[in-house]
């Protein structure tokens, strides 16, 4: 449940960032920003893997650019299901979820230890002390 609320905020802040940029309006309120993003998640989640398997040959033809238009597709989706969230056009959606993409990725990045888990930074580690012994290339 953790990752989940973690995944949702980080994709809310992501779509706060891109809309001034690309021109997203979520009308100012949080509740449309939060709505539109949980539907988004949601989107990308079940309706996004089935276009992306559909869409393969596509994809291996433009070597993974069409992923972009199909993450458009689905900021275009969700700006027609939610009332309050609007993109202007194709391009400001495929530009927006570019962005997007990139935020939501720079801020999984940051905040995901070497294990895969989500993990708030708050102190440093300590340094734990091995014991051992140390074997001199001369000593052979």
Known sequence: MRHFVFRWLVTAFAVFVAA?????????????????????????AFIRPVLL??????????????ILV???????????????????????????????????????AFFRGTDGRVHVITHHAQIKRVQGRVIDPDER
């Open 70 to 108: 199909v993450n458009g597709l689905m900021l275009l989706f969700v700006s027609e299901v939610v009332p309050c969230f609007k993109v202007p056009g194709f391009w400001s959606a495929i530009f927006g979820a570019l962005l997007i993409s990139i935020v939501s990725w720079l801020l999984s």
């Open 20 to 44: 001034p940029i690309v021109g997203i309006n979520y009308g100012g309120s949080v509740g449309c920003l939060l709505g539109a993003s949980l539907l988004l998640g949601i989107v990308n």
């Open 53 to 66: 398997i559909l869409s393969a040959p596509l994809i291996l033809l433009t070597l993974g650019f069409f």
